[in-house]
């Protein structure tokens, strides 16, 4: 009972002591840097998008020339993914993704040939100077793969958006021969 009578009353001591502290007021200090603006401004982003659509195009050249050839090739789709970020000197760079699945046009499947599973990304590397974007990095290639299962599904997916897309042509046509022969009919 007296160690418990002792210990309680050191734990009082020392709650007091720190009762009796001076209290010192937290100090707001302003960090070296700023915090990054998460996307581009609407001009920024437009002319990032002309910048990098001119460099894209030898590679989407490149990428039909291989469908063409019979070689598996990367379906590049014209939408860029931005990822903006400050460089050293406070250095506005952003890294620009253009991605697509890959398809190999030698086996069956869809009107794309079938696809291998693997996403291919081409990302191009730019800082903007005095105005314009200007290309820091040779685009480099990044690949993710997904498996033989994903191609199976891609390659599904892209057949059942093919047969869609005949069946809204033949829809179409029927309605363009329909609307002609009302024409004619309300012509004679």
């Known amino acids: 009972m007296k160690n ?3 210990t309680s009353a050191a734990a009082l ?4 002591l720190l009762f009796l502290l001076p209290v010192v007021p937290a100090r707001a200090t302003t960090l070296p840097y700023h915090r990054v603006q998460k996307d581009l401004s609407p001009a920024l982003q437009r002319s990032l998008t002309d910048k990098v659509s ?3 195009g030898p590679y989407l050249d490149k990428q039909d020339e291989r469908k063409s050839a019979k070689k598996t090739y990367v379906d590049l ?22 991605g697509g699945a890959e398809y190999d046009p030698t086996k069956p499947g869809s009107s794309k040939g079938a696809a291998t599973g693997t996403l ?3 990302v191009f590397s730019y800082a903007y100077f005095d ?6 990095a040779k685009p480099k290639w990044e690949e993710q793969r997904l498996g033989a ?7 599904g997916n892209i057949a059942r958006g093919d047969k869609r897309q005949q069946q809204s042509a033949r829809v179409h046509a ?3 021969a329909a609307a002609a022969a009302a024409q004619g009919a309300a012509n004679h």
């Not at 001591?13 to 007091?16: G, L």
């Not at 000197?89 to 993704?97: A, D, E, F, G, M």
């Open 77 to 98: 789709q014209e939408k860029f993914e931005y990822l903006p970020s400050w460089g050293p000197h406070n250095q506005l760079t952003c890294s620009v993704k253009l």
């Open 131 to 136: 105005g314009h974007w200007v290309q820091i």
């Open 149 to 155: 299962a994903a191609g199976r599904q891609m390659t």
């Open 174 to 176: 029927a309605a363009a």
């Open 120 to 122: 291919k990304y081409l």
């Open 13 to 16: 001591i020392a709650a007091a």
């Open 4 to 6: 418990r009578q002792i």
């Open 54 to 56: 001119q460099d894209a």
